[in-house]
């Protein structure tokens, strides 16, 4: 499925030609004349040839394939127009005789002996090709292949005959061309065709395959045999071995075995190549069909996909054929065309294309994909394998984590409370700026120091053992627990804290983070609270005294006024007239109205300080156990009960008792002038809640009076229309207020 690279001979060959150009230009200042030229056989290299060739091999190092530099580029096209100026000139020499500049400017070299000889003829016709080959290189590299191939063959071919001229001694072969020119035009012309990679002879040269085998090892023995039999059979006819016609026979004899032998040869390792081939491609076939990264393989020139994978066509949602119809183009966001088009310019060897880009889904989905890039050649075609790596999902999280750690920024810089991270060596990693004003820290110092310095000397034999059992058991006793300590300020003052610790998994191993928070003014806040219920109870032991005192002290002379104006009414009551007996029943009913006054003062202070139990409790039970005793107290009243079913509540069943009797008895006094009473017990729903009532049709009150209806001895009706001391509603509202 792949092709190698072929190997890129181009620039030693043609630095070579450089440094023979710059020595024959050289050589033409040395005193001794026989150097002159680089000479050999008597030709040496004339000087505009050394230039032609100096200009050419420089045009071709700054046009190779990476080089993107535009001064290069222009530099490179101005040498290479030189070059051919240089060849062109020579075969423009029949003609210089009307132009005295052109035949100064090609005024022949006068060599060791014979006559003054000009640039050969082959060689500016060959001069003048390579550097009309190079133009072309530089303005039409990816086209026109064919043509620069061809033109640099016919150099090739020219040379080449000359070298076998001074090879076989045959003057008409290699004419007036030096073999320093000839070798050097001869690397000159390979280096160009194996400047475009992509061309058919290179191309050749690289594939893996049989054909690339073939061309690899059987070119040159082809090359090669024929040269080295036709120089024996010139060195046998001197000797005498055989005469001219035996020498040709026994030389094609040799040349038909020796080929065929070099065929036979090459048939073997050309199958042997093919197995190691095939071989190779399932190999490579099944890395890249079962590799889990999407992957293809695309054409340089077209951008056409010509190779795509599985993962690939599960990942983008094409079929192998929708995708082998395609192009990059149809897989790229619209905004990231001009930068793909910039990338397609750039050499992986150089700079290889590692980096995010959006891909397009074939339902329209983004994906953000990793690229890496490899040049190759496919089907003699500059190629290049790709694979994508979906980053999506990857960068999502890098996104949220980012906006995790900001917003936990923001929160720790703002928090009123110390904020502390530390490693599991109990080293400082982080704290907020309360954390710094808490303790009196700066942030620039602490870092790095042990977590000891904020905790007083008490705890911090405790710290080290719970640090070092949590890292070799995992077990901790404050993690995820809110636990109050005592930290230490800088100035050496101990305050009480309280902690909460929570443990995370970092990078270099465990971590920990402590939210701290100054419970300084809440210990003191419940100190006072202490402060003041010891107070209040030793108030209300006080008052329990002072109750206790008027229930036992007010008492007894209540009771004896009672008793002695008893006495006295029943004594003396002939002695008495009758405003005498009235005084007497008076005084009676006050000394009774205040004992009774003395019994609600001391209810309704129990009431405050009993402790409440909590259970559910039937109200409609509670009501209906109530109305019998009134009914059983007053037998000669009819009153109708409407009592609602189901009346439950949860709350202290003693409590609600009492205030129960409090209303019903209310509603049973207050509707006995009611011709046709009606007592009301019920519920119904306010704002979500559940409300109980008692509700009756007797005296009722006057409304602008209603703030006073639940204050201790304040009553909306006098002692004559209904009997009562004002404390049973207080009661009532005593009871609700504990609930």
């Known amino acids: ?76 096209i101005g040498l290479a127009a030189l070059a ?65 191939q061809s033109l640099s063959i016919v150099v090739l071919g020219l040379a080449t005959v000359a070298v076998l001229g001074y090879a076989f001694e045959a003057a008409a072969m290699h004419g007036q061309m030096s073999l320093a020119t000839a070798l050097s035009l001869i690397g000159l012309a390979i ?50 071995v055989f005469d001219d016609a035996g020498g040709t026979a026994i030389a094609v004899t040799l040349c038909i075995l020796g080929l065929g032998a070099v065929a036979v040869w090459g048939s073997g390792r050309v199958s042997a190549a093919e197995q190691a081939t095939e071989e190779s491609d399932r190999r490579h076939r099944l890395l890249f069909d079962s590799s889990p990264l999407p992957s293809w393989v695309f054409d340089v020139e077209t951008l056409r996909f010509l190779e795509v994978n599985q993962a690939a066509v599960q990942m983008y949602g094409y079929s192998p054929e929708e995708f082998l119809s395609m192009t990059l183009v149809d897989i790229r966001a619209p905004e990231e065309l001009p930068r793909l088009l910039q990338s397609l310019q750039t050499s992986d060897e150089q700079d290889p294309p590692v980096g995010i880009w959006q891909h397009r889904r074939k339902d329209g989905g983004l994906l953000q994909v990793e690229i890496t890039r490899r040049e190759m050649t496919y089907a003699g075609r500059p190629a290049r394998l790709v694979l994508a ?59 790095g120091q042990s977590l000891t ?19 070799a058991t995992g077990q901790a006793r404050v993690l995820g627990r809110t636990v109050e300590l005592a930290g230490l300020r800088s100035t050496g003052e101990e305050f009480p804290i309280e902690l909460s610790l929570a443990s995370w998994s970092s990078a270099a191993g465990a971590a920990f983070t402590a939210i701290i928070r ?41 009771r004896s006024i009672d008793g002695f104006s008893q ?6 009551a002939d002695g008495l007239n009758e405003e005498g007996r009235a005084h007497l029943r008076r005084i009676r009913r006050a000394a009774q109205r205040m004992g009774n006054l003395i019994d609600d003062l001391l209810v309704l202070s129990r009431l405050s300080r009993a402790p409440m139990n909590s259970a559910s409790v039937d109200l409609t039970a509670l009501a209906q156990s109530i109305r019998e005793d009134l009914e059983q107290r007053d037998p000669a009243r009819t009153a109708r009960w409407s009592i609602a079913k189901g009346l439950v509540v949860r709350g202290d069943a003693r409590l ?11 509603a049973w006094k207050y509707t006995r002038n009611t011709p046709e009473p009606h007592v009301v017990i019920g519920s119904r729903t306010e704002q979500g809640q559940t409300v109980f009532f008692v509700q009756d049709n007797g005296a009722g009150f006057d409304m602008r009076y209603r703030d006073k209806l639940f204050v201790p001895f304040q009553r909306l009706h006098s002692e004559a229309e209904f009997e009562g001391t004002g404390i049973g509603l207080a009661t009532v509202a005593r009871v609700v207020h504990r609930h």
């Open 1 to 76: 499925m792949t092709r190698d690279r072929p190997l890129d001979i181009s620039r030693p060959l043609a630095t070579s030609t450089l440094v023979v150009g710059i020595a024959a230009l050289l050589s033409w200042v040395a005193p001794d004349p026989r150097w002159h030229g680089l000479r050999f056989a008597g030709a040496g290299v004339h000087p505009l040839t050394a230039l032609s060739l100096i200009a050419s091999s420089i045009a071709l190092l700054l046009l190779r394939p990476n080089s993107q530099r535009s001064t290069s580029r222009r530099l490179g």
């Open 84 to 148: 051919t100026a240089i060849g062109l000139l020579r075969l423009a020499a029949p003609y210089a005789s009307g132009s005295p500049h052109l035949e100064r400017m090609l005024r022949p070299v006068q060599p060791i002996s014979g006559a003054p000889v000009l640039i050969a003829g082959t060689t500016g016709l060959c001069c003048a090709l390579i550097g009309f080959v190079l133009i072309l290189l530089a303005w039409h590299r990816d086209r026109l292949g064919g043509v620069r």
């Open 191 to 240: 280096a160009c065709i194996w400047a475009t990679p992509s061309a058919d002879i290179p191309a050749a040269f690289g594939q893996q395959g049989p054909a690339g085998v073939m061309v690899r090892r059987v070119l040159l023995p082809v090359i090669l045999l024929p040269v080295v039999l036709g120089w024996l059979h010139l060195l046998g006819q001197p000797l005498g």
């Open 389 to 447: 790596n979906n980053v999506t999902e990857r960068l999502r999280l890098q996104s949220e984590l980012k906006g995790s750690e900001e917003h936990f920024r923001a929160l720790a810089l703002t928090a009123n409370d110390a904020i502390l991270s530390a490693d599991q060596a109990g080293c400082i990693t982080y704290l907020n700026p309360a954390a710094e004003r808490m303790f009196g820290l700066e942030r620039e110092t602490v870092i």
């Open 453 to 471: 310095q904020i905790m007083p000397e008490s705890y911090r034999a405790r710290h080290l053992a719970g640090m070092n059992r949590y890292l």
């Open 518 to 558: 100054d419970i300084t003014m809440r210990k003191q806040a419940e100190e006072a609270l202490r402060r003041y219920a010891s107070e209040l109870d030793s108030a209300n032991q006080e008052l329990d005294a002072f109750a206790y005192s008027v229930s036992h002290d007010l008492r007894a002379p209540l």
């Open 567 to 572: 006495a006295l009414a029943e004594d003396c």
């Open 656 to 666: 609600l008792r009492v205030a129960f009797e409090n209303l019903l008895e209310n």
